[in-house]
């Protein structure tokens, strides 16, 4: 099972807001031995949302979807995803004591009247209860108004503050027994003086000989900003895998490169620099 995540919201995607998400998902699965497998980004169109949505049902991923999940005209994907389904929204009876309790939290103190739970604005804020048919509530510690979930997709609100500890929520309830349980390495090192198309034909052989291992290549004209030896042009190139297979496929990568006079420096497991090779000299 994939773990991927889809990103809701016209904010996005026309530059008003900055996404936060994508990284994030990335550190939390990180820290439980997890990865990412695909992101997707979505405005609000609701048949594009639909499209998407049946198509990610049907792929068997584990998926987390953030944004689109309030009660404004904006929000469409709590709709979206009941349709996706074929089944129709209903209000969670769980939900709509959890809402109702916020409400009620909100109400002033020093009100003369009490509580209304059935004003318009109030039997309003029960929408934001009604999911899918079959779905199962996200708690949200922030305001109590969950997210839903539907088999393996994960609905959760847009805002960091809310959908960063639903989604870990959900990975540590639902999904403990992934946790670190694929071990997983990655070594890399810094290559200079050598075009990609020169490398490419150690990585083949890299991948060739060392199956379920992954050669990455990631060239970078300088990074100024970053500065010191990231500064001049190079290639990122490494190895990632079981990390018994991945030590092996190591050896062999670093050799090549000595072999193809390329000037290394060697990153770490956790891609801090551990000082400039020499040794091809």
């Known amino acids: 099972m994939a773990f991927g995540v889809i990103i809701i919201g016209d904010e996005i995607l026309s530059g008003r807001r900055t996404d936060k998400h994508l990284a994030k998902v990335i550190e939390l699965l990180g820290a439980r031995g ?3 497998a ?3 980004y979505v405005g609000d169109d609701p048949e594009r949302i639909v499209a998407t949505l049946r198509r990610t049902f049907a792929s068997g991923d584990i998926v987390f979807s953030t944004g689109g999940i309030g009660a404004t005209p904006d929000d469409h994907t709590r709709q979206c995803a009941a349709t ?6 209903e209000l969670h009876p769980d939900a709509a004591v959890l809402i109702q309790q916020r409400i009620r939290e909100m109400h002033p103190a020093n009100s003369p009247t009490p509580v209304d739970l ?8 029960l929408n934001m209860g009604t999911f899918p048919r079959g779905a199962s509530i996200i708690p949200n510690g922030y305001n109590k108004i969950p997210g839903f979930s539907v ?9 960091p503050v809310m959908a960063w500890p639903m989604i870990e929520w959900v990975l540590d309830s639902r999904y403990a027994d992934l946790h670190h349980a694929t071990p997983h390495a990655e070594k890399s090192l810094l290559v200079f003086e050598l075009p990609e198309s020169t490398l490419t034909p150690l990585m083949e052989k890299i991948e060739t000989d060392f199956p379920g291992v ?8 300088g990074d100024a ?6 500064a001049r042009r190079h290639i990122d190139l490494g190895v990632k895998g079981e990390p018994e297979a991945v030590a092996a496929a190591f050896v062999k990568l670093r050799e090549g490169v000595h072999l193809l006079g390329g000037d290394i420096v060697e990153l770490a497991a956790d891609v801090s620099t551990a000082g400039t090779d020499k040794s091809r000299n």
């Open 34 to 36: 997890l990865e990412l």
């Open 38 to 40: 695909w992101a997707e």
């Open 84 to 89: 996706a389904l074929g089944v129709p929204l």
């Open 118 to 125: 059935d004003t318009p604005d109030n039997r309003h804020r």
């Open 151 to 159: 088999g393996d997709h994960h609905f959760v609100p847009g805002f």
């Open 214 to 221: 992954r050669v990455f290549s990631l060239p970078s004209v």
């Open 225 to 230: 900003e970053r500065g010191g030896i990231y």
